[in-house]
């Protein structure tokens, strides 16, 4: 697969042609009903559309969703066309509307976009499902724009089937370094925390979100996926609106950072994706989160913001117990 010549330091994660062969292996896919208990787990190598009739009813507790966008774009040979707004519009719904199948009455679901997509995502979401929120996160990455603002965001929609659904808020609160911190009159700190690396507060999620690194060559989470969620991203999402034992869907698997995650947080999985060779590199990701499952950004049960932590040495991977769940820096952002 990888003919690219790369720097000595770079990191991405690649596939030979053995571990192509031997991945393939463990690759699913469906051609009747199946159930949940011989699906969790698995990737599904497989277009979304031929899969979806044979995906079982209710059985998932989060849906995350990263569609392409409606731009001319190029995925390892496979190629998607950019749609006028209402195609676009369509093509969501062709999807979309028959996942509400698959999902527990208490599901939550979030759904990846663009500026230009944005409305389009929430004009066929809320057809279906309840409206809570739009996360708008810092994507600083890609080159200036001459004559236009330079776009470096993008949102994410969460829905959720019913009023009831999970929200684990203090699994997602944010770290971050204090400016102007506040001390009583004995000097002690006031709704913060003194430590050798400086002042640091708590703070609780909101929908902008500035913390988040791109993933790139030197990132041991990066691949030559050319739209790869960042799994500190992922993780939000999964911390919030999931619980251990949960049950997470991707049905645009992409090279695997939905799964990948879930597994490293103790959710069980299930991803769909079409093209084999990014099916290939999801499974040796989840090969390697057997081995170290640390999530950039993260530690000590909360996420830190960007380049706030006291120690930015890179340490030796640590594996933790699978019921503690407390995931650990291992760069620095």
């Known amino acids: 697969m990888d003919e690219k010549r790369r720097a000595p330091r770079n990191r991405t994660i690649t596939l030979d042609d053995a571990e192509h062969v031997e991945l393939a292996e463990r690759l699913v896919r469906l051609d009747g009903p199946i159930t949940p208990a011989s699906l969790i787990g698995r990737t599904v190598c497989q277009d979304l559309f031929d899969a979806l009739p044979h995906l079982p009813s209710s059985f998932v507790d989060l849906l995350i969703v990263d569609p392409p966008y409606n731009l001319d774009k190029s995925f390892h040979g496979g190629a998607f066309k950019r749609r006028s707004d209402r195609q676009y519009v369509e093509w969501i719904d062709s999807w979309l509307e028959p996942l509400r199948r698959v999902l527990k009455p208490s599901a939550s679901l979030y759904v990846c976009c663009d500026w230009r997509c944005s409305s389009a995502v929430q004009q066929v979401g809320e057809r279906y499902f309840n409206v809570q929120n739009r996360i708008t996160w810092e994507r600083e990455k890609g080159r200036g724009a001459l004559r ?14 019913s009023r009831q659904y999970t929200f684990n808020v203090d699994a997602v609160k944010l770290k971050r370094r204090v400016m102007a911190p506040y001390t009583t009159e004995d000097g002690k700190p006031k709704d913060w925390d003194r430590t050798a690396g400086g002042g ?47 049950v997470i869907l991707d ?11 879930a597994k490293k947080l103790g959710r069980r999985y299930v991803g769909v994706e079409m093209d084999e060779t990014y099916c290939c590199l999801a499974e040796k990701r989840l090969g390697l989160a057997d081995h170290d499952d640390r999530i950039q950004g993260y530690q ?31 760069e620095t952002e």
Request: charged share 20%; glycine share 4%.
């Open 300 to 330: 000590d049960g909360v996420f830190w913001e960007r380049n706030s932590l006291s120690d930015r040495s890179e340490s030796a991977p640590k594996k933790r117990s699978r019921a503690g769940r407390q995931p650990l820096l291992f």
């Open 251 to 261: 049905p645009f698997l992409g090279s695997g950072t939905t799964s990948v995650v």
């Open 200 to 246: 640091f507060r708590l703070t609780h999620p909101s929908n902008l979100w500035t913390d988040i690194s791109v993933p790139f060559w030197s990132m041991p989470e990066n691949t030559d996926h050319p739209t790869q969620k960042p799994e500190k991203l992922i993780a939000k999402l999964i911390l919030a609106s999931s619980n251990p034992g949960d």
């Open 148 to 161: 236009n603002w330079k776009n470096c965001s993008e949102d994410i929609w969460f829905f959720t089937v």
